[in-house]
């Protein structure tokens, strides 16, 4: 158990919708970040939060959205929602921006766009 | 931009030892890193390299060389539970802290 939580496990939807993920990192874990794990484009990089701030922004969609709240939690926000969009979801913290950190990964959601 | 190679796929038999490769181009390096998957699991973290040189941490040691662009994890006493895919993530320099993957070697260790 990494310390890293994310809700849902598993979440069923269909095309055009919107979800919204969450994600609670390891107590003390200032850094949030998102990848997306598809079969056949492996771990993408999606966005990264630090104390509440965007960091850092990878490969993610304008129809994606996320945000790191005063509690340090996260959200990822999914909408008008596409079938290629079905994959799994991972969060990730880390303590701060430090250069030896690990990142340490939540169980994941898997997202089905039927 | 970043760029990581390793090995879809290999297959070892129980109690040997394996070498998985990753090799690197990227536009700067801060540090490379080793995670272990299970299928349909999270990634656990396995190892760090930012300094040339082999990294050892019981049966699993890591290596990496800077100016090769290039790592691999060596797995000993190979266990039926060392089956998963291996994933080599590359982090760049710069003050974001984010991870580029690889695509995971499968590894599959038979009896």
């Known amino acids: 158990d990494s310390g890293v939580t994310q809700t849902p496990k598993h979440l069923i939807t269909a095309t055009g919708q919107r979800v919204t993920l969450r994600c609670s990192p390891r107590?003390?874990?200032?850094?949030v970040y998102w990848y997306q794990q598809s079969l056949d484009q492996g771990l993408q990089f999606l966005i990264q939060?630090?104390?509440?701030?965007?960091?850092a922004k990878g490969n993610i969609l304008e129809r994606f959205s996320a945000q790191q709240f005063p509690d340090l939690h996260s959200e990822l926000n999914l909408s008008s929602l596409e079938l290629g969009d079905s994959a799994l979801y991972f969060c990730?913290?880390?303590?701060?921006?430090?250069?030896?950190?690990?990142?340490?990964f939540g169980p994941g959601t898997r997202l089905l766009v039927l | 931009g970043q760029n990581i190679d390793q090995p879809t796929e290999m297959t070892a038999t129980e109690g040997a030892i394996v070498q998985i490769n990753c090799t690197y181009q990227?536009?700067?390096?801060?540090?490379l890193f080793w995670y272990q998957q299970h299928a349909g699991e999270a990634p656990t973290f396995l190892s760090y390299?930012?300094?040339?040189g082999l990294e050892e941490k019981g049966r699993f040691s890591s290596f990496l060389s800077r100016s090769k662009g290039y790592s691999y994890l060596l797995l000993k006493e190979l266990q039926m539970k060392d089956s998963a895919s291996y994933l080599c993530?590359?982090?760049?320099?710069?003050?974001?802290?984010?991870?580029?993957f690889g695509s995971g070697t499968q590894l599959t260790v038979l009896p």
């Open positions: 993530a590359v982090r760049a320099s710069g003050s974001a802290r984010q991870l580029t």
């Open positions: 939060y630090y104390n509440g701030e965007e960091r």
């Open positions: 990227t536009s700067g390096f801060n540090g």
């Open positions: 107590s003390g874990d200032l850094s």
């Open positions: 390299n930012v300094l040339d």
């Open positions: 990730a913290s880390s303590p701060g921006l430090g250069q030896g950190e690990t990142q340490y």
